[in-house]
């Protein structure tokens, strides 16, 4: 069964449980370091990677699918590379109804596959820390509300890599619903004064098949359940009440009868994420209704920039 992550995680200054987990992120530092090596770059196919440093829910599937758009229409021939993971098939069918997708247990054997079909952009929904692929272009992505926690790297925070690895990357976004993050910004130029930062703010794409009259009971299984919630409220949806299950959850039967017994009870309509009405299949998912959502990217212009001016140039 997957846990949620940890509370301690998200508080603003590391409490008791995350100084003693302390010296076990010196030792997931120090592996890190270790894993280093020689990545591999493959001059045949232009590669983006779309990750994160906060352990999961930045929007990365939402902002992979944007730029592969975004690419599509300058005439690019565009395919996602996915890591095979058992938990993450929601993420793998929802990549897949947006294009093609090549998913091994190897990333860099997926990139061979999409170069011998001819691909010319290869984008990577995760992969920022694989020490096998050389990237031409990365995107380190930020959910608006978590930011990086405590700021501790795992299990003592919900880091991935220190905040100052962010010298090492050309992009960040910062995706969310229109908090103000100027503090968040001023912090990451100090440590990259190059490093252009985008923001962006998800926005339903099929709001019109929601009755705001209606009374909703909303739940997911995603890593940014609150950011879910906190757009849905900005559309003035009636939400009763709301249940978050941990990330990539693995619903069973009673989980889904509790759901539904939930909603009777409060006399509401459910609504979840996309990515969780695929991971729960056709067999369960009768009644249930999902939001569709997007990334609009504001200076939208300044992104396609970079995408083209970085493709033509490698």
Not at 126 to 152: A, R
Not at 198 to 210: A, D, R
Request: aromatic share 10%; proline share 3%; charged share 30%.
């Amino acid at each position: 069964m997957k846990l949620k992550k940890p509370k301690f995680w998200d508080l603003k200054k590391p409490n008791f449980f995350a100084l003693l987990l302390w010296p076990l992120s010196i030792v997931f530092k120090l592996l890190i370091f270790l894993k280093k090596k020689n990545k591999i770059k493959k001059n045949e196919i232009f590669t983006i990677c779309i990750g994160n440093i906060y352990l999961g829910g930045t929007g990365k599937t939402s902002l992979a699918i944007k730029i592969k758009k975004i690419l599509e229409n300058k005439g690019k021939k565009v395919c996602f590379i996915k890591k095979f993971y058992e938990d993450q098939i929601d993420e793998q069918k929802l990549l897949n109804q947006n294009g093609k997708t090549f998913i091994k247990k190897k990333r860099l054997q997926a990139l061979d596959d999409a170069i011998s079909e001819n691909y010319n952009v290869a984008i990577f929904d995760d992969g920022l820390q694989d020490s096998t692929v050389s990237y031409d272009l990365t995107f380190v992505c930020f959910n608006n509300l978590n930011l990086i926690g405590n700021g501790l790297l795992i299990p003592a925070g919900p880091l991935r890599e220190d905040l100052k690895s962010l010298r090492n990357y050309q992009n960040v976004f910062l995706n969310g619903n229109k908090e103000n993050l100027e503090n968040f910004k001023e912090k990451i130029k100090k440590i990259n004064p190059n490093i252009d930062i985008f923001e962006s703010e998800y926005v339903p794409t099929n709001l019109e098949k929601f009755d705001k009259n209606e009374k909703y009971f909303v739940f997911s299984g995603i890593g940014n359940h609150k950011t879910f919630i906190n757009m849905l409220k900005n559309e003035n949806l009636n939400i009763l009440e709301d249940e978050e299950f941990p990330d990539h959850y693995n619903y069973s039967v009673e989980d889904i009868n509790k759901i539904y017994q939930k909603a009777k009870n409060l006399n509401a309509k459910i609504i979840t994420t996309k990515k969780d009405f695929l991971r729960i299949g056709k067999t369960n998912n009768e009644n249930l209704k999902f939001i569709s959502v997007e990334l609009k990217i504001r200076n939208e212009s300044k992104l396609i920039n970079i995408l083209l001016d970085n493709n033509e140039n490698n």
